[in-house]
């Protein structure tokens, strides 16, 4: 019986690698440009981290983690996102110490227990970062901007932020009492989640796709949580829509927009493609490090997924990346006897930094070169022993056809020569 892989995950195929490897590295570079530092952490952690910061009434907390127990008791989580986890180490490595503020990314695989579907997979992968020590709305809008931008350089058309507000601990409460004043007759007409809602997290309604629910929070006038701000926090969304306008972010606002994370303070967003869906979403979150034992900081930042680009590159068309080379030199072997002096052209070529193979089923040298068209080099070094006794080796240029045998001293610097000219 063949063993196939589980359910939500992928094998990532060399030849789709080349897509990811460029989307990393957009991603690694608009990040060094925003000064941004990677952090690492843990695939899984303690149950409790993601309970406590991702919190207990969301739907990735109730039914989406890959909880288990290892072998001394433990429960542990696969980590569903990622910023539970660096707020984590942000706050037992004690970088709250350091002076300024952190500014920390990072990119890998999440875990969630979802129904797998187009752009929802159970393994996924997400970049994403966190900015600790600023409650500045310079600083949202810096990360609102960061995030449509990475997808822009990626070649993503067409992304734009969509922004609310969600509120702190001073309008939130009063927005939740003014919700169920207004629900709570009706609840017996929600569906069946927003009845579980309207207590513990009023906010969510919002978020319901069910009709009914949306029409009951309009006929009952469930007030939207940007209607409910405090004059504090109308100030800091006003002043970050301020900025992503002079930084001309697309963008726009939505009342009913609610993220599905409960760590959110004031700015929340998410980044749509008309006609696609979410490619990733983001917010503040004032409360989450004090709340996962450090000092009073505030934070901000975003997560995208992976394979959600590749989705909508896909279907934009003409994005997919170009095909890029991955062997410089093909070696060639002549004859059996020159089989060790290949081995050696090899070395010298690699310790040069040049990308360099060989054939290993004894091929004619004919086949050898088909091998290394195929493979996609720009040369092709033929070693026999005649090149072996003069400590020589033959070039043959796989564009142009030109030949000619040249002393191996003389090999890295003839290679390097010609991927200059070609690129
Ligand atoms: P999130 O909205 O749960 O936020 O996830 C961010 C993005 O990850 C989504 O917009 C989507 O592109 C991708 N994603 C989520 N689940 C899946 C899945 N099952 N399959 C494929 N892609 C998926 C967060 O995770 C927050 N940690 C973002 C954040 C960072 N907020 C502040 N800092």
Request: net charge negative; charged share 25%; aromatic share 8%.
């Amino acid at each position: 019986m063949l063993v196939q892989r589980p359910r939500g995950t992928s094998d990532i195929l060399p030849a789709t690698i080349g897509a990811w490897r460029q989307i990393e590295d957009v991603v690694r570079r608009t990040f060094a440009e925003y000064h941004y530092a990677e952090i690492r952490t843990p695939m899984f952690e303690h149950t409790e981290l993601f309970a406590r910061g991702v919190g207990e009434t969301t739907d990735i907390v109730e039914k989406e983690m890959y909880t288990f127990e290892d072998r001394g008791g433990r429960s542990l989580t696969l980590r569903p996102e990622g910023t539970a986890g660096v707020i984590r180490a942000y706050v037992e490595n004690k970088l709250y110490g350091q002076p300024g503020i952190a500014k920390l990314f990072y990119l890998g695989p999440m875990f969630r227990y979802e129904k797998p579907q187009k752009g929802r997979e159970r393994q996924f992968h997400q970049y994403g970062c966190e900015v600790l020590g600023s409650d500045s709305p310079a600083l949202d809008a810096e990360v609102v901007a960061l995030h449509v931008y990475q997808l822009q350089e990626v070649g993503v058309q067409g992304a734009t932020a969509v922004l609310n507000s969600v509120g702190c601990p001073v309008c939130r409460p009063r927005h939740r009492e003014q919700m169920l004043a207004r629900l709570l007759p009706v609840k017996d007409q929600l569906c069946s989640d927003c009845q579980n809602r309207l207590e513990r997290n009023p906010l969510r309604i919002f978020d319901c796709k069910n009709e009914r629910c949306q029409r009951l929070l309009v006929e009952a006038g469930a007030p939207t949580i940007l209607e409910s701000l405090c004059a504090d926090c109308e100030a800091h969304f006003a002043a970050v829509r301020r900025y992503l306008e002079a930084l001309g972010v697309p963008y726009r606002t939505d009342a009913h927009l609610v993220r599905g994370l409960d760590y959110y303070t004031r700015t929340a967003w998410e980044i749509k493609v008309e006609g696609f869906g979410t490619l990733g979403g983001g917010g503040r979150y004032n409360a989450l490090v004090r709340e996962l034992g450090g000092p009073e900081t505030p934070g901000v930042g975003f997560g995208t997924g992976m394979e959600r680009i590749l989705l909508v590159l896909a279907e934009q068309g003409g994005t997919s990346p170009a095909v890029r080379r991955d062997l410089d030199v093909y070696v060639a072997v002549a004859d059996e006897q020159a089989d060790v002096y290949a081995m050696q052209v090899l070395k010298t070529l690699r310790e040069a930094g040049v990308r360099a193979d060989r054939d290993y089923q004894g091929r004619s040298v004919k086949a050898q070169f088909k091998a290394a068209d195929r493979e996609g080099a720009r040369l092709a070094v033929v070693v026999g022993s005649s090149e072996q006794a003069e400590q020589q080796v033959t070039v043959k240029d796989l564009v142009s056809g030109e030949q000619s045998t040249i002393p191996l001293s003389e090999l890295v610097a003839a290679v390097q020569k010609l991927e200059e000219a070609s690129v």
